[in-house]
């Protein structure tokens, strides 16, 4: 059974930091590309980041510069690093595991107030 554990989310200001943190069971995680992706209220889910087996790193423009996805595969798990906050980066933050499947976690709350 394939489980995907986000934590790390909550309530900051604009400008502050959070870092997210989604452990994975059940898979194969060195072989697995992981992702972060987001949905705001009345919006579709959109990338944040993917990081690939071999460290390959994609970020949507939006976060570049701001954002840092991680791996450490010995602990099987995936981290976002989120500086510089902005209201419009609240959303809820779902992990993402893809292989031959896609596979999401239930997701965590980020809001930035103004």
């Known amino acids: 059974q394939v489980q995907l554990v986000e934590s790390g989310g909550g309530l900051v200001q604009s400008g502050g930091s959070l870092s997210l943190s989604c452990k994975a069971s059940?898979?194969?995680?060195?072989?697995?590309?992981m992702g972060w992706y987001r949905q705001a209220p009345g919006k579709q889910r959109e990338l944040v980041a993917t990081?690939?087996?071999?460290?390959?790193?994609n970020y949507a423009a939006a976060v570049k510069g701001r954002f840092t996805i991680a791996r450490d595969n010995a602990k099987n798990t995936v981290y976002l690093q989120m500086n510089s906050l902005k209201p419009e980066d609240t959303a809820v933050y779902y992990c993402?595991?893809?292989?031959?499947?896609?596979?999401w976690g239930q997701g965590t709350q980020v809001t930035v107030s103004s």
């Open positions: 993402n595991a893809f292989h031959l499947a896609h596979y």
């Open positions: 059940g898979i194969s995680f060195s072989i697995y590309g």
């Open positions: 990081i690939s087996p071999g460290w390959n790193i």
